[in-house]
């Protein structure tokens, strides 16, 4: 059982920044999961952002290289998705997800951009204006 909550959306305005976070409860010990982020945005295709695996080898969409940086900490049971240059076309619901256990950074990202998930929060709104 893994339970993921995510903090940090809101609303910002064209160049500005916003952190997310995702606390993570599990039995399982949290370094054993690759992490991640994906966005759904309304009339959009879903998009994996970022992965995470358990060593801090990360994957991002090219959509979001360079301005995007995911992290974790792993005695906190913690990822963060630190957005900055946000752009309209940012505006989305974000969501964490627990990908895989055991997993190569390689399987995480190809079963993220598969949706095949382990677990997923809520989800976070971030609206970014121009």
């Known amino acids: 059982q893994v339970q993921l909550v995510e903090s940090g959306g809101g609303s910002v305005q064209s160049g500005g920044s916003l952190t997310l976070s995702c606390l993570v409860t599990s039995r399982y010990t949290y370094s054993t999961y690759c992490m991640g982020w994906f966005r759904q945005a309304p009339g959009k295709e879903r998009e994996g952002v970022a992965t995470i695996d358990g060593g801090g080898g990360t994957t991002y969409a090219d959509s979001v290289k360079g301005r995007f940086t995911i992290s974790r900490d792993n005695a906190k049971n913690t990822q963060d998705l630190q957005m900055n240059s946000l752009k309209p076309e940012d505006t989305a619901m974000y969501y964490c997800?627990?990908?895989?256990?055991?997993?190569?950074?390689?399987?995480?990202?190809?079963?993220?951009?598969?949706?095949?998930?382990?677990?997923r929060g809520r989800g976070t709104q971030v609206t970014v204006s121009s």
């Open positions: 997800a627990a990908v895989c256990r055991y997993c190569s950074s390689s399987t995480c990202r190809r079963r993220m951009d598969n949706n095949e998930l382990h677990t």
